[in-house]
């Protein structure tokens, strides 16, 4: 069975720097691309970003310019580099593969 773990969360200060990884276990990611959504209580998920196998990239207007996705080789784990957080970006973030989604990981951002 495929199941996707998010991991690299925790609490950093504004300016500051996190690096998050979605990692599938049970196989790869597949056809679809993969995604990092956020979600803060209240609110519907937002598209953090995405990339596809060939690594084809997309962000959300929000953190275009800031973080960064990537992948590896084997197509096993991508990466979030998140630089410049604000208390903004503070959120739960899930990755999802067109199929599943991880548990998520808590990014919060504050002084």
């Known amino acids: 069975q495929v199941r996707l773990a998010e991991s690299g969360g925790g609490l950093v200060q504004p300016g500051g720097s996190l690096r998050l990884s979605c990692t599938v276990s049970?196989?790869?990611?597949?056809?679809?691309p993969v995604w990092w959504y956020r979600q803060t209580p209240g609110r519907q998920r937002e598209l953090v970003a995405?990339?596809?196998?060939?690594?084809?990239?997309n962000y959300g207007d929000a953190v275009r310019g800031r973080f960064i996705i990537s992948r590896d080789i084997a197509w096993t784990t991508v990466y979030l580099q998140m630089d410049s957080l604000k208390p903004g970006d503070t959120a739960v973030y899930y990755c999802?593969?067109?199929?599943?989604w991880g548990p998520g990981a808590q990014v919060t951002v504050s002084s």
């Open positions: 995405s990339i596809t196998r060939y690594g084809d990239t």
């Open positions: 999802h593969n067109g199929m599943n």
């Open positions: 049970g196989g790869t990611f597949g056809a679809y």
